[in-house]
């Protein structure tokens, strides 16, 4: 089912992600995630995708040996998989970086066949060590271009010419959003253009970057209906769980701490008081975006499911 069609409940759904294994470890740490959540009705679940990382192996005499590694395979699989296994729809993420436009047109078929209705469209981040986004050889430069692509699809068009019965798609599209602005955004006003970009290119919802601050995401809601997008926009939330997230979170993605927050982790004896601070604050944040009537809230577990369960128990 698509996920624009489940945001007419007239309730706020609960979602989550999860990250798929790492290669070489089996799909049961996943499916215990899922199972330990599955107790609060999710609504959907999204899978997220990873590009390749290049890695720099020492060999004898000092060489470098320059590798290409993929570390979480299996995006698609894993979808079909949790969709066949628990009857629960999912959200592959699909994103430009290293795929080419003939790449991502079979990876949409492989979905279509597979019974997938969503797809979330990302351009990804920069391969680690490289300062700018660079698309493979015909591939996309920006998510807008990705959402123009699965539309064409669902109208029939395909980027390969000799498709001879070109059956239209009919994905449910979503798209990011970032309530602090993308980093490589000069400012807010561009960052918010180039996603109506995405939403005029086709997208039915967005999904928020993770935020600590819920005026942040209100403020970012206005600014939004106030530059013509209207669709659904749902937040993205994660409990805080160690002291290290202090300075990752904001370095990673871009991500204030509000001061009481930090304090009150910084102050913490060790992490399991953090964690415990983390649900708290979470559920608050819950409580008065619910009391908002968001559509739908999207827990990042980062593959780690009793901190979300904490706070998805109580305010559910
Ligand atoms: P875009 O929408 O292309 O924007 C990227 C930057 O380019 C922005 O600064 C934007 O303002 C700018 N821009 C856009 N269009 C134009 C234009 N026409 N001209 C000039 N500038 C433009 N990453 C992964 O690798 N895998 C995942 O599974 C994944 N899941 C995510 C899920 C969510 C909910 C979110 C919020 C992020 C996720 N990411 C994931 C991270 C995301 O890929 C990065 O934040 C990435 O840097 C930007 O992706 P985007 O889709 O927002 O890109």
New binding site residues.
Partial sequence: MKIIEKFKAGKTLFAF?LLPPLKGDTINTLYNTIDTLREYDPSYI?V????EEVKFIEREGGLMEKRIVRKRPG?VGISAAIQARYGIDVVP?L???GFSVLDTEDALIEMNFLGIDNV???????IRGENT?RPVEGGH????NLVRQIQDMNHGRYVSGEVEHPTPTDFCI?????PE?????PNMT??IS??K??VDAGADYI????FFDNDKFYDFVDKCRAAGINVPIIP?LKPFSTKTQLNVLPQVFGTDIPQDLAMAVEKARDNAQVREIGIEWCKEQCRSLISHGVPAI?FYTMSRADNIAAVVRDVF
Avoid: P, W
């Fill in positions: 992600e999204n997220t995708y990873h590009r995006t993420h994103i430009c970086g979330l469209a990302l351009r990804g981040d920069n986004f430069l920006h998510a807008s979503g798209v990011a959003g970032y602005k993308h980093s490589e955004s561009m960052d180039h996603l970009e995405k999904v928020t970057q993770m993205g999207h």
